[in-house]
T-cell receptor
Framework: GENVEQHPSTLSVQEGDSAVIKCTYS??????FPWYKQELGKRPQLIIDIRSNVGEKKDQRIAVTLNKTAKHFSLHITETQPEDSAVYFC???????????FGTGTRLLVSP | DVKVTQSSRYLVKRTGEKVFLECVQDMDHENMFWYRQDPGLGLRLIYFSYDVKMKEKGDIPEGYSVSREKKERFSLILESASTNQTSMYLC??????????FGSGTRLTVV
């Protein structure tokens, strides 16, 4: 079955810096790659997603890139702010956006 | 907005008890999922359901069962709770291409 690896497990940056979180997946049939943000004590929430027919997607300060050949995708956050501090999860799916397999999470800390 | 509601935020149960975790969604979604979340392990799929009375095992189904008698409700059952089932349990539903909506989670402690 699908396996998703996520790095780093923790990431500390200064406010205004960029942050990059990387994930690799094993199943070449995976075709949907969402990213979730989980603030302390709250539920995970979808922040951006990308499908396998697209190489890059941006939404304001957040972007995701996908390299199908290498089977990896990355989350890029620019101009980080303290409210970006959270745990971020990547995921992959092969069955029409269902049955997501998640990475182990990255704890991002943005210091003022 | 889709709402996914988990009946309990915190539960404390004794070893050997039968435990029911309830999840209700209000948008007529066909697909519902139960995950458990543990530090350093991310979210792992326990069971999922594509329709009423239909269920499929996820990656870690041992010690769990599920029930989906109505479309809006998906229950996770711990037949005989054990301490290694102490965890955060997250329910989710999905329809189409819009990603999961998660419930607020149930933090279960088995003593």
């Amino acid at each position: 079955g699908e396996n998703v690896e996520q790095h780093p497990s923790t990431l500390s940056v200064q406010e205004g810096d960029s942050a990059v979180i990387k994930c690799t997946y094993s199943d070449s049939a995976s075709n949907y790659f969402p990213w979730y943000k989980q603030e302390l004590g709250k539920r995970p929430q979808l922040i951006i997603d990308i499908r396998s027919n697209v190489g890059e997607k941006k939404d304001q300060r957040i972007a995701v890139t996908l390299n199908k050949t290498a089977k990896h995708f990355s989350l890029h956050i620019t101009e980080t702010q303290p409210e970006d501090s959270a745990v971020y999860f990547c995921a992959a799916s092969t069955t029409g956006f269902q049955k997501l397999v998640f990475g182990t999470g990255t704890r991002l800390l943005v210091s003022p | 907005d889709v709402k996914v509601t988990q009946s309990s935020r915190y539960l404390v149960k004794r070893t050997g008890e039968k435990v029911f975790l309830e999840c209700v969604q209000d948008m007529d979604h066909e697909n519902m999922f139960w995950y458990r979340q543990d530090p350093g392990l991310g979210l792992r799929l326990i069971y999922f359901s594509y329709d009423v009375k239909m269920k499929e095992k996820g990656d870690i189904p041992e010690g769990y069962s599920v029930s989906r008698e109505k479309k809006e409700r998906f229950s996770l059952i711990l037949e005989s709770a054990s301490t290694n089932q102490t965890s955060m349990y997250l329910c989710a539903s999905i329809e189409g291409a819009y990603g999961y909506t998660f419930g607020s989670g149930t933090r279960l402690t088995v003593v």
